[in-house]
């Protein structure tokens, strides 16, 4: 019985040694409780960007809807809005929201009167503001889609037929930055036609068609135009 007692003692020894051991190192424990929250902040941080970007695609898909199916720019408008402070890397949504401000200035030009037309314009200045803003956030994001630069030579082109000062010009540079990302675009040649039709240059119309035509022989909105 001697000899078993020893040897169980003997068997024992190591295992309280490495306990005393990892006891007395706490910079090992230390680390282990580092590492597990920086797995938990990894974690929640994910999962919040996560949510926030599935919340600003719901705020997206419905405030089309409200448009597409209700014709509720309003509504249209505040739903973009949400999308972008859920998520605001989206230029989508920034080009979406350009849409609904060029509604709504169309809106109100069609709605002043010689009575209320100090109102009207009050309100054209502060929601051309927005359409810039809207299209300039949407090239920061990305200037690498031509869509952002259309986007906001389409906001200068709108107050082109106004009479702005430099409207056209800027109109003019953005669609030419859209060429540089996009060479080949006939889309873009036609956006340039639709600015000189604006603009009541005939000649330079023509001469953006046959551009167009050139890069699709067949587009058919060129052809129209012809």
Same mark, same amino acid.
């Given at each position: ?42 974690? +929640?941080?994910?999962? =919040?960007?996560? %949510? ?5 695609? $719901?705020? #997206?898909?419905? *405030?089309?809807?409200? &448009? ?83 986007? +906001?030579?389409?906001? =200068?082109?709108? %107050? ?5 000062? $430099?409207? #056209?010009?800027? *109109?003019?540079?953005? &669609? ?51």
């Amino acid at each position: 019985f001697t000899g078993i007692f020893v040897a169980e003692e003997g068997g024992a020894l190591p295992t309280e040694v490495r306990d005393v051991e990892t006891v007395r190192d706490p910079r090992l424990h230390f680390l282990s409780i580092l590492v597990l929250i920086a797995l938990m902040l990894g974690s +929640l941080i994910g999962g =919040y960007f996560l %949510v926030r970007r599935y919340l600003s695609l $719901g705020s #997206y898909q419905r *405030a089309l809807y409200a &448009y597409s199916q209700n014709g509720q720019v309003s509504q249209a408008e505040a739903g973009l809005q949400k999308a972008v402070r859920f998520d605001g890397s989206v230029d989508l949504y920034y080009r979406s929201l350009v849409d609904v401000y060029l509604i709504q200035m169309n809106q109100l030009v069609a709605q002043a009167t010689e009575v209320n037309k100090d109102t009207v314009r009050s309100k054209f200045q502060g929601i051309l503001s927005q359409a810039l803003a809207s299209a300039n956030s949407a090239v920061a994001l990305n200037p690498g889609n031509y869509q952002n630069w259309l986007t +906001l030579g389409r906001v =200068y082109e709108a %107050v082109v037929p106004l009479n702005i000062d $430099g409207a #056209y010009d800027l *109109a003019t540079k953005s &669609y030419a930055k859209a060429l540089e990302v996009n060479p080949h675009s006939p889309q873009i040649h036609m956006t340039s036609t639709r600015l000189e039709v604006a603009k009541g240059d005939r000649k330079k119309a023509r001469a953006y068609i046959d551009l167009a035509l050139k890069e699709k022989p067949n587009y058919t909105d060129a052809l129209f135009m012809l």
